[in-house]
Each structure stands twice: as C-alpha cells, then as structure tokens.
C-alpha cells in the first residue's frame, strides 16, 4: 500500500514538473486588463534558424489598438508578425519591425474587442547569437488617447539546448 501510495505522489510530481516545464510565459492579470497567456517556439531546438515564436494573449477590460514587443538582443530578423483569434481566424493588421531600435509595432485595423485570446505568431525567427531563452517585453495601446502604452508582460521563449 505503501509503494502505491509513494508511486501515486511521485507520478503527480513528475506530471506537475513537466507541465511547468511545457508552459514558458504567464502573466498575472494586470490593472489594465491585458496579459500573456503562454508561448512556446517551434521547432524548439536552440540553434535552428527561421522558428517561430508564438504567444498567447488575453484581452480584457479595454479593446486593444496596437501592440508593442521589444525584441531581445541576440534577434537578428523577424520577417512578419501574424496574429488570429481564439478560433484561428486571420485577425488584420500592419505589423512594422525594426531590427536596428530592437522594436516591432502591431497596429489592428480594427481594435481588438474586450473577452479575446489573440495568438500572436513571430514568423521566421533568425538569431545572430545563441541562446535558449528570449525575453520579449510586450506594451500595448489602447483606444483611450488619454491613456498611454501600457505594460502587458514578458513573453519568455525558452528553447532546447542542443
């Protein structure tokens, strides 16, 4: 009985490790309503060249007009930016990437309604450095001209290391 019961514990760690492990990047909700679900890369190993970085993100409180992700050091290029809705329908936008300031803008043709989990795709990834883990800091505009960016979270990509 004891052996089962021991087993049973050890089983539910192993379970609960590996779905920390799986998730990369939640945010707590903010005061503005806005915040990070998950991400994950794929492929997932460290070195491939043109992966691509996915986050989740949920919008609450106030519709949401344009997204800002500052990329991480060690980012070379991202060639576009796509972003669907919860039911992977093309959402449309003008996504603007400079690699020199480090900055990508996501400006929604439409603003993005309160109660909407977008997926944000960061198409063809190319790194000048090797690294496993991405740190994406994420801001965001809202329809409120009086309100300013506000702060979303981090996206945090972490990658094999092979």
Same mark, same amino acid.
């Given at each position: 009985?004891?052996? #089962?019961?021991?087993?049973?514990?050890? =089983?539910?760690?192993?379970t609960?490790?590996? *779905?920390a492990? *799986?998730i990369? =990047?939640?945010s707590?909700?903010? /005061? @503005? !309503?806005?915040?990070i679900? @998950?991400?994950?890369?794929?492929p997932?190993?460290?070195?491939?060249q !043109?992966?691509?970085?996915?986050?989740?993100?949920? $919008?609450?409180?106030r519709?949401?007009?344009?997204? #800002?992700?500052?990329l991480?050091? !060690?980012?070379? &290029?991202?060639?576009?930016?796509?972003?669907?809705d919860?039911?992977?329908k093309?959402?449309?936008?003008?996504?603007l990437?400079?690699?020199?300031?480090?900055? *990508?803008? $996501?400006?929604? *043709?439409?603003?993005v309604e309160t =109660?909407?989990?977008?997926?944000?795709?960061?198409?063809? $990834?190319?790194i000048?450095?090797? &690294? &496993?883990?991405?740190?994406?800091?994420?801001? !965001?505009?809202?329809? /409120?001209?009086? $309100?300013?960016n506000?702060?979303?979270?981090t996206?945090?990509?972490?990658?094999?290391? @092979?």
């Open positions: 009985m004891k052996q #089962l019961l021991g087993l049973t514990v050890l =089983s539910g760690i192993l609960l490790a590996s *779905a492990s *799986a990369n =990047s939640i707590l909700p903010t /005061d @503005n !309503g806005i915040y679900t @998950n991400s994950v890369a794929y997932s190993l460290g070195r491939v !043109g992966a691509n970085h996915y986050f989740k993100l949920r $919008v609450e409180g519709a949401l007009s344009q997204l #800002l992700i500052t991480p050091d !060690g980012i070379d &290029n991202i060639q576009d930016i796509q972003v669907k919860e039911f992977g093309p959402i449309e936008t003008h996504a990437i400079d690699t020199k300031t480090k900055e *990508a803008v $996501v400006t929604f *043709a439409k603003p =109660s909407t989990t977008l997926s944000v795709k960061l198409k063809d $990834v190319h000048d450095q090797w &690294n &496993n883990i991405w740190l994406y800091q994420v801001s !965001g505009k809202v329809i /409120d001209p009086q $309100v300013g506000l702060p979303i979270g996206v945090r990509i972490q990658t094999d290391a @092979n």
